[in-house]
């Protein structure tokens, strides 16, 4: 009975680990699908003062329609230029000669963003406000009628709220005007350096989240099997 106990004691400390092992596996899978579902904005060429491309990263999170609309609040630029998508339109609106909104519609016919899927909003512009950053409020409209407003700022505590703004983060730059000479030849590269950060670090994250899944199962198999061995060591010690 008392080598029986001991080997229970052994494998039920395989076990625990390997069971752990599990749950922080779901729990990093199931954090990459809430952290992606935000609409978020990258900006790698602009500075502060400067002009560059700034795209927004747009999830669907509806379960049933496609996003047919996005609206941008901009912080009243000199100039802003959308880039042309296939199957939709985009409006720039002025105040005082300063672009303040700029608005994508999905063509009659286009599939807009369909469910489950991602679509991403470039414009290239400038000057940025000299600030460290800048947020850009943002309307996702669907075709049911839903709307989504990413217009809540980030507290000082840093706790993230239920839809909050993009938010981009501008280096402190040199001669804003140089910058915007250089915007335009590397609008193309920035975008695609853009689209392919956020993607790798998505796949990233949902592989390692995957491996979490597949280790802490394989443990959990060993930690059984280890477990019916030692019982049956320990019917065969008593006979």
């Known amino acids: 009975m008392k080598n029986l106990s001991k080997r229970a004691t052994i494998a039920r400390r395989l076990v625990l680990p390997v069971a752990a092992a599990a749950v922080v596996g779901v729990s990093s899978l199931t954090g990459v699908g809430a952290a992606s579902a935000h609409v978020t904005a990258n900006a790698p060429t602009v500075t502060q003062g ?4 700034v795209t927004l990263v747009v999830p669907n999170e509806s379960d049933a329609a496609p996003t047919t609309s996005l609206r941008v609040i901009l912080p009243g630029l000199k100039s802003a230029r959308p880039e ?16 303040t909104e700029i ?16 679509g991403q909003f470039s414009f290239s512009g400038g000057p940025f406000p000299e600030q460290e950053t800048v947020a850009l409020p943002t309307l996702q409209t669907y075709a049911d009628g839903e709307k989504a407003d990413w ?8 706790t993230e709220p239920e839809k909050p703004a993009p938010t981009i983060t501008l280096a402190a730059g040199g001669d804003g005007h140089g910058a915007h000479h250089a915007a335009a030849p590397e609008a193309s590269t920035s975008m695609s350096q853009a689209s ?3 993607d790798s670090e998505d796949s990233a994250a949902r592989w390692l989240g995957g491996i979490g899944l597949v280790v802490g199962a394989l443990g959990t198999v060993f930690g059984v099997a280890a477990l019916m061995v030692a019982r049956r060591n320990g019917r065969g010690g008593n006979a």
């Open 50 to 53: 400067g002009y560059g491309v």
């Open 84 to 99: 042309v998508m296939s199957g939709w339109k985009s409006v720039v609106t002025k105040k005082d000669d300063l672009v």
């Open 103 to 118: 608005t994508w519609t999905a063509e009659p016919g286009s599939p807009g963003v369909p469910v489950g899927q991602f």
């Open 151 to 158: 217009n809540q700022p980030t507290p000082a505590d840093g």
């Open 196 to 198: 392919l950060s956020t």
